[in-house]
């Protein structure tokens, strides 16, 4: 079955920490996405990637990082310098179209939280 | 001024009425949108997508797109508990394949 695997589901990271969550899609997409989202709020856009090697900062990059080294794949890495991690983030994926904006679609999730 | 607004809710409808979700957008630009539903502790789903003014049905659900008003609403007939959940609106301009959420509106389906 196609789809979106996020992983691990639940995570942990101790202070000064680098910690990764791994996002796996075998849709054939061209876009991925990194949202965070934390309680009773919306979703924010972390970084996105349309091709291949090449990706942009979202509305709250800081503290984070990506690479898009595979079509497949769109690690995003929580440095030590996000100060507030806890949060639930979102990887999500798209086909990138002609005429109007495709709807994304979403992995499980991973719940980071600081020890 | 938020770009994509939603009321937080919640909303409580009786099993079996019809559920009314509305949400704003402020970009005169946009032309792709989308309901997303999201139980708890789960990630989004999506549930609709529209792109031209007027009514688009599936099943028991029915968008509704009015760009001079700039509004996009979702109704469910016939609600289930099943129905219970937060709906986010999503909304994207021509050519950007960025989303912009809203905040959600957390509905509840009394039995």
């Known amino acids: 079955d196609g789809g979106i695997t996020q992983s691990p589901k639940y995570l942990f990271r101790k202070e000064g920490q680098n910690v990764t969550l791994s996002c796996e899609q075998n849709l054939n997409h061209d876009a991925m996405y990194w949202y965070r989202q934390d309680p009773g709020q919306g979703l924010r856009l972390i970084y996105y990637s349309q091709i291949v090697n090449d990706f942009q900062k979202g509305d709250i990059a800081e503290g984070y990082s990506v690479s898009r080294e595979k079509k497949e794949s769109f690690p995003l890495t929580v440095t030590s310098a996000q100060k507030n991690p806890t949060a639930f983030y979102l990887c999500a994926s798209s086909i990138v179209g002609d005429s109007h904006g495709q709807p994304q679609h979403f992995g499980d999730g991973t719940r980071l939280s600081i020890l | 001024q938020k770009e994509v607004e939603q009321n937080s809710g919640p909303l409580s409808v009786p099993e079996g009425a019809i559920a009314s979700l509305n949400c704003t957008y402020s970009?005169?630009?946009?032309?792709?949108f989308f309901w997303y539903r999201q139980y708890s502790g789960k990630s989004p789903e999506l549930i609709m997508s529209i792109y031209s003014n007027g009514d688009k049905e599936d099943g028991r659900f029915t968008a509704q797109l009015n760009k001079a008003s700039q509004y996009v609403s979702l109704l469910i007939r016939d609600s289930q508990p099943s129905d219970s959940a937060t709906y986010l609106c999503a909304v994207s301009n021509f050519g950007n394949e960025k989303l912009t959420f809203g905040t959600g509106t957390r509905l509840t389906i009394i039995p």
């Open positions: 970009d005169r630009g946009s032309q792709s």
